[in-house]
């Protein structure tokens, strides 16, 4: 995957002129389409907003404005704003800055009247709140969220200002969902001071855990997605730097220390699976498109010929890769219903006659299809630790 900013920028010019947010594109790959898909703003709140609403999702961050432009330290407001504007999966709606507002909220939010707003808050990275909070959420697919995650809230100041912004939602007649994993003791009381609901993962389940096992736990931050152990996570840097050396067939070089090879034609979801393995289970990746030529018999490709055992088939349906392929080049042979139809079908022989597990990635996401070959790998290790026993 290629990433490539074309152009980004918000200018502020002399508080006597609009703000003026100029073009964002970002594009993977050739498939940009020359609109921006989010504009960030970042001001001090007393210089007027553009006349009209911008084309595309906009997100504007208040800091307040400094004595001296020299002496600028990151607040913790300016930290959230970094953090919020940052994310593609929070959907702001527009709201331009007022003259003179004087407002320390990080980010300026309005929400459609059929739409709740959900707050995920940690002293971390926030993963495991939102990750946890998502899996309930999924549950009322009738409802629509406004999510907003805020990471790093590792001092009872930060927290208050978070209380402040959860109640001035409130103040707006919207009672927000907000689910809390933060560790540090006086940040989650502080937290807790919300008038809004709150769901503390981490106070409800720690408790029970001490109390089972007669003693205090750690309760600090960042050990799930910090650098903890160390080993372990430079065992799963090195694992994302394999599957970035061995991507789509790059490299044949190493291939033998794979732990896992997934064979398939292209666009068929190896990479992402690949690099989910590599970097949440620290699992040696290697991924191999099947091309013309290695689709003409049921042989495999030789520089895999001898890794058949760690060998994985990855398949989707014909009308899925046509749809995926398309995005990438349209009306081409390649991108062709026929084609794909093709590639599938001679692919699915050569996983037969070499009996490959095979995973489906047409309705199945990059987690479920890694927790498939986790599955096999456990059996297969399962196996050779009886058969290894007297």
């Known amino acids: 995957m290629i990433f490539r900013r074309e152009k980004a920028a918000a200018r502020q010019r002399p508080s006597h002129h609009a703000l003026e947010l100029s073009h964002v594109t970002y594009r993977f790959g050739d498939r940009g389409t020359g609109r921006p898909d989010v504009i960030v703003a970042l001001t001090d709140g007393q ?5 009209t609403r911008p084309g595309c999702r906009t997100v504007v ?3 307040p404005r400094p004595s001296s432009w020299t002496s600028v330290n990151t607040s913790s407001t300016a930290r959230y704003a970094t953090c919020l504007t940052a994310r593609k999966a929070s959907r702001k709606r527009w709201s331009p800055p007022c003259d003179g507002d004087d407002r320390n909220g990080p980010v300026i939010e309005t929400y459609a009247g059929d739409t709740i707003p959900v707050f995920f808050l940690s002293d971390s990275t926030g993963i495991s709140a939102e990750t ?10 009738d409802h629509r969220f ?15 200002e978070v209380v402040r912004r959860i109640d001035a939602t409130m103040d707006r007649g919207m009672t927000p969902l ?36 007669g003693t205090r736990g750690a309760r600090t931050p960042a050990r799930l997605h910090g650098v903890g152990d160390v080993k372990r996570y430079n065992a799963r840097m090195q694992a994302v730097e394999y599957a ?21 034609p292209s666009r068929c979801g190896k990479t992402p699976t690949t690099m989910y393995l590599a970097l949440q289970h620290g699992l040696r990746v290697a991924n191999y498109p099947l091309v013309d030529e290695d689709l003409v018999s049921t042989d495999l490709p030789r520089p895999i010929l001898h890794l058949q055992d760690r060998c994985f088939g990855i398949i989707t349906t014909a009308a899925r890769l046509c749809a ?17 139809a093709y590639e599938l079908k001679r692919a699915e022989e050569l996983y037969r006659t070499h009996d490959l597990p095979v995973i489906d990635s047409s309705a199945k996401s990059v987690e ?19 058969g290894a026993r007297p």
């Open 47 to 51: 210089t007027p907003g553009p006349a």
């Open 61 to 63: 961050g208040l800091f």
């Open 132 to 141: 946890m909070g998502n899996a309930l959420l999924l549950h009322f697919p």
């Open 146 to 160: 406004e999510r907003t995650v805020i990471p790093f809230i590792t001092t009872p100041d930060d927290a208050r």
């Open 178 to 213: 907000v689910f809390v994993t933060a560790a540090l003791d006086d940040v989650r009381h502080e937290l807790q001071r919300t008038r809004a609901p709150v769901i503390d993962f981490f106070d409800m389940h720690m408790q029970q855990v001490e109390s089972i096992l």
């Open 244 to 264: 970035i050396e061995h991507d789509d067939g790059q490299s044949v070089r190493t291939l033998d220390k794979a732990d896992v090879i997934l064979v398939a």
């Open 324 to 340: 995926v392929r398309t995005e990438r080049r349209p009306d081409s042979t390649y991108a062709s219903l026929r084609q794909c």
């Open 368 to 386: 479920e299809m890694s927790t498939l070959i986790l599955q096999v790998l456990a059996r297969r290790a399962h196996r050779h630790d009886s």
